[in-house]
């Protein structure tokens, strides 16, 4: 697509459980990149994938998260039993093989209440 | 640890006006740094690069400025305008993927 497309952009989910979240990345993009920002403060890595090799999952802040990219497109990022601190704004990007800048998608807003 | 901060968490200025927003960095072999625009409601905006081989770039109204002696980097906007009201963050790579983003600081632009 011409842009990178996140689902949902807005997601309220209960303490407990479990969300998925979905990334589009741009069509030939090879990497793909999750971030997370909590309001008012920076962007924190979670994970990248490049092409077919091993994802760097070094970002992620527990067992609860993880990711998958399928057909070295779309990503999903689940977050099991949730809770209110996973509050944020998750954003995926995505960029070209070597290229250093991203182009972002609008994120995807959780509220855990 | 790694760290890229902002010297200001906030930024007002006048229509027309010029604006600066300065950040510093802690990493000395980061060799690539980025600015970014952030609009409410919106996923970070690519603005200009720079790498470290280079100690000045101009884009389209703005100018990054790279000061690797005192790892500090800057972002010039020319004639600000409305629509330049945003969060812009800074962020740097030293080699590899990954990127690290600082703060933020938050430019308000005064009609």
């Known amino acids: 697509g011409a842009g990178v497309s996140q689902s949902p952009s807005n997601k309220v989910t209960e303490k407990g459980k479990d969300v998925e979240l979905r990334c589009d990345p741009i069509?030939?993009?090879?990497?793909l990149y999750w971030y997370r920002q909590s309001l008012g403060q920076g962007l924190e890595f979670l994970i990248y994938?490049?092409?077919?090799?091993?994802?760097?999952k070094s970002g992620l802040p527990s067992d609860r998260f993880s990711a998958e990219r399928t057909g070295g497109s779309v990503s999903t990022l689940t977050i099991q039993r949730t809770q209110q601190e996973d509050s944020a704004v998750y954003l995926c990007?995505?960029?070209?093989?070597?290229?250093?800048?991203?182009?972002f998608g609008s994120g995807t807003r959780l509220t855990v209440v | 640890g790694e760290s890229v901060g902002l010297h200001l968490p906030t930024l007002s200025v006048q229509e027309g006006d010029n604006s600066i927003i300065n950040c510093a960095y802690s990493?000395?072999?980061?060799?690539?740094f980025i600015w970014y625009k952030q609009e409410s409601g919106k996923g970070p905006q690519f603005i200009i690069d720079?790498?470290?081989?280079?100690d000045k770039r101009q884009g389209q109204r703005v100018t990054v400025l790279l000061n690797k002696t005192v790892k500090h980097l800057s972002l010039q906007i020319a004639a600000t305008q409305p629509g330049d009201s945003a969060v812009y963050f800074c962020?740097?790579?030293?080699?590899?993927?990954?990127?690290?983003f600082g703060a933020g600081t938050r430019l308000f632009v005064k009609a």
């Open positions: 962020a740097e790579r030293a080699g590899g993927f990954k990127t690290i």
């Open positions: 069509s030939g993009h090879t990497a």
């Open positions: 994938f490049q092409g077919n090799s091993a994802p760097d």
């Open positions: 720079i790498r470290s081989n280079m």
């Open positions: 990007a995505s960029s070209r093989a070597g290229a250093y800048g991203y182009t």
């Open positions: 990493n000395s072999a980061s060799d690539y």
